[in-house]
């Protein structure tokens, strides 16, 4: 298992019911690792766990050598990691550039924060345009775009994303794994859940597949296409919708 990230037989849950029943996945430095799995599945529920939403009834988690099951969401932030959030969930009565600021709350070198604004700015043209607009009047695809950006905020080693595509329109998917591309030539970690196979074929390095709590594939993207029972369920109804 890789010491980059590597979680072990995580069990969480919700009062007596669990969502995930001992999940044991990794993700490597510099590589796009892609979560699939259908509604229900737990992915939710793992991506809150890594980020110390929520915490795990029993297993570990090690992040660059060091257990954070346990820890705080924000002391998890400053070991590297930040979340891209399911539906987006950007402040809405805040503006772009308050946003933005609060990705940086665990950050005290100002100057340097300042500087990431900038380049975040520079990379997403359409937040500059609106950096003072309340992002609730964003379009969904701009919202998500700021989740990116505000996530990037913490300058993380290892971005988590929770189906960052999901009610988008094809053309802003498109940009959406544009980002992603961009972000894994820079040297950024991804950890993504995603049912948009044939997008994450484009980026992804390596898959899981999970259903009622637990990993029930694991494998590299040529496995994707060879396994019938996924091609079935993901790329077939995929290729039927479009
Ligand atoms: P989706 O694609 O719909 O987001 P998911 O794979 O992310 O699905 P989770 O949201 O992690 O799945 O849910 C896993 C299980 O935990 C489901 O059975 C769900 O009903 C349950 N669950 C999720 N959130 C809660 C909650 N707050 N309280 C109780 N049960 C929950």
């Known amino acids: 298992m890789s010491a980059f990230l590597s979680i072990s037989n995580v069990v969480t849950a919700y009062?007596?019911?669990?969502?995930?029943?001992?999940?044991t996945l990794?993700?490597?430095?510099?590589?796009?690792?892609?979560?699939?799995?259908?509604?229900?599945?737990?992915?939710?529920?793992?991506?809150?766990?890594?980020?110390?939403?929520?915490k795990p009834q029993a297993g570990s988690i090690q992040f660059l050598g060091k257990r954070i099951d346990g820890a705080s969401p924000s002391r998890i932030v400053r070991s590297g990691m930040a979340l891209v959030p399911e539906n987006r969930l950007v402040f809405k009565d805040m503006t772009v550039l308050e946003n933005l600021d609060a990705g940086a709350i665990t950050r005290t070198d100002r100057s340097k924060v300042m500087e990431n604004r900038e380049r975040l700015?520079?990379?997403?043209?359409?937040?500059?345009?609106?950096?003072?607009?309340?992002?609730?009047?964003?379009?969904?695809?701009?919202q998500q775009m700021l989740a990116i950006a505000r996530a990037l905020m913490s300058n993380p080693t290892l971005l988590l994303m929770d189906e960052p595509s999901v009610g988008l329109a094809p053309l802003v998917v498109q940009e959406i794994f544009g980002v992603?591309?961009?972000?894994?030539?820079?040297g950024v970690s991804i950890f993504l859940v995603e049912q948009n196979v044939n997008m994450a074929l484009k980026v992804a390095d390596h898959f899981y597949l999970m259903e009622h709590g637990r990993v029930v594939f694991d494998g590299a993207p040529d496995a994707i296409a060879e396994n019938e029972a996924i091609s079935r369920a993901y790329l077939g109804a995929r290729r039927e919708a479009s």
């Open 15 to 23: 009062g007596k019911i669990q969502a995930l029943k001992g999940v």
């Open 26 to 54: 990794g993700a490597e430095k510099g590589r796009v690792t892609c979560l699939l799995g259908p509604n229900g599945a737990g992915k939710t529920t793992l991506m809150m766990t890594i980020s110390g939403v929520l």
């Open 121 to 142: 700015l520079q990379r997403f043209p359409r937040l500059r345009e609106r950096a003072r607009q309340e992002a609730g009047t964003l379009s969904g695809g701009e």
């Open 180 to 186: 992603i591309a961009e972000l894994k030539k820079d």
